[in-house]
């Protein structure tokens, strides 16, 4: 991650934490409140708007901080994949810091050039018996 992202992710965690402690604090005195209020008086335990809303926009931040560092997004088809690793090659997979992403394979089709042919077993059947019966004379 960039130090913008983790800057950004940061601000987001601390603003969330802020949001989490203003709601636990506010449960502690609502009950509170609830313990030693008269009979017909009942305390206001719902949390306040501002708490929730503070706790939304810590949730976009750090999910903004998130995104904002994560890799680039690697094409779902093997076809597009395949002929972008066939245009560059090993640089069209680096990172930022200039090196190969840890996550590179190399080629998705290479099992496909390594393969063995396919196995003819009636022809194998036929020189088996052709061996056999040459061997048996």
């Not at 992202?5 to 934490?17: C, D, K, N, P, Y």
């Not at 506010?26 to 809303?53: G, T």
């Not at 949730?59 to 995104?67: H, P």
Request: hydrophobic share 45%; glycine share 8%; charged share 20%.
């Amino acid at each position: 991650m960039t130090w913008i992202s983790q800057s950004v992710t940061v601000v987001g965690l601390i603003i969330l934490t802020h949001a989490c402690y203003s709601a636990q604090e506010h449960a502690a005195l609502s009950a509170a409140l609830a313990k030693h209020a008269l009979s017909h008086q009942q305390a206001n335990s719902s949390l306040p708007i501002d708490i929730s809303i503070e706790a939304i926009i810590a949730t976009f931040i750090v999910c903004t901080g998130l995104v904002l560092g994560s890799q680039a997004l690697r094409p779902i088809q093997w076809n597009v994949w395949g002929g972008k690793l066939e245009r560059e090659g090993d640089t069209g997979f680096l990172d930022g810091s200039g090196e190969v992403d840890k996550d590179f394979r190399g080629s998705p089709f290479i099992f496909l050039q390594s393969r063995p042919g396919f196995t003819n077993i009636r022809k194998q059947r036929r020189e088996f018996t052709a061996w056999v019966k040459a061997d048996a004379n």
